[in-house]
């Protein structure tokens, strides 16, 4: 429902963006007629993130954008702790700072990346020199290309349709390089046994291509259980435990991690050093959600973990 609210909300902002001046308000009802916008689809799809949708509020997808707003978008859909902004609001300046925060994402050297020799645009000698290696690599990688008729108008100015769909291009290319499969949360969990005691490392990898908020009912963000070869539990994570009842809220980018870590010390529940024979950890992540929401599938959430003492 709160989707499909969003989507609603989404598709009327954007139909008033569109919407032909001129028609006086009376008390009739007149149908307002309107060419959908060629980005009316992406801005549909980014606005399921409520911070912007509202930055696109009342804003006309034909209307060049601000720095302001293109900080705004980048931190809000790519990375919330970027600072930096493009040169100007020129394809070829906003171009080449989305292609920056692809390298800086990736981990991937621009320098180094391979580029084809041949000109991609006809209007390539308009390009500033600085920007250039920058445009070569968004057209690989698909985060920005021309106007079309081989035209990359590197001096126009960004309207704000492009630069959703800019936004969208970029994380689907940086996503691409970090293999992320869209759509679901993976729990990833190892151990390691060193002095008498065994370690628990896992987290919570995002393999969405879009921030997700998650939230945990309260200080206990996770669970872990050990059971013996028989079945038998001889150790729990909260036995003894107390943890704030306050909610908690978490945040993971695409193809980034919640990181924890649980160590044993290899006493059962008696008090007794767990003899040697063979073991299952189960880890859970308590992640719960809102009402009217889908709650995330428990396989995502959990990792079994079979090892021998």
Aim: glycine content about 6%; proline content about 2%; cysteine-free.
């Amino acid at each position: 429902m709160k989707n499909l609210l969003k989507k609603t909300i989404a598709t009327g902002t954007i139909a008033a963006f569109l919407a032909i001046p001129g028609v006086a308000a009376t008390n009739d009802i007149i149908p307002i007629k309107y060419e959908a916008h060629w980005a009316q689809s992406v801005v549909i799809e980014l606005s399921e993130n409520s911070e912007f949708r509202d930055l696109l509020n009342n804003k006309n997808l034909n209307s060049v954008i601000n720095l302001e707003d293109f900080q705004k978008a980048v931190k809000i859909l790519i990375d919330e702790k970027y600072e930096g902004n493009a040169d100007s609001t020129t394809r070829e300046a906003v171009t080449a700072e989305l292609v920056n925060i692809w390298s800086q994402k990736t981990g991937i050297n621009l320098n180094e990346v391979p580029i084809l020799k041949m000109i991609f645009y006809s209007d390539f000698s308009e390009i500033d020199s600085k920007y250039a290696q920058g445009i070569n690599v968004a057209y690989m990688k698909n985060i920005a290309k021309g106007r079309g008729e081989g035209i990359f108008a590197p001096k126009a100015n960004v309207t704000y349709g492009e630069l959703a769909a800019f936004i969208k291009k970029t994380n689907q290319a940086i996503n691409l390089e970090k293999g992320i499969a869209a759509g679901k949360f993976e729990t990833r969990a190892d151990y390691s046994i060193k002095d008498g005691k065994i370690t628990f490392d896992f987290e919570l990898f995002s393999h969405y291509t879009q921030r997700q908020d998650l939230i945990f009912g309260s200080g206990q963000q996770f669970e872990v259980t050990v059971e013996d070869e028989k079945g038998n539990e001889v150790y729990r994570f909260s036995d003894g435990k107390a943890f704030t009842l306050a909610l908690v809220m978490k945040s993971i980018e695409p193809g980034e991690s919640l990181v924890w870590q649980d160590v044993w010390d290899m006493i059962d529940k008696e008090g007794n050093k767990a003899a040697e024979g063979n073991y299952k950890a189960t880890i859970k992540i308590l992640v719960i959600h809102e009402e009217g929401e889908k709650p995330i599938p428990e396989e995502q959430l959990t990792k079994v973990i079979d090892f021998t003492i």
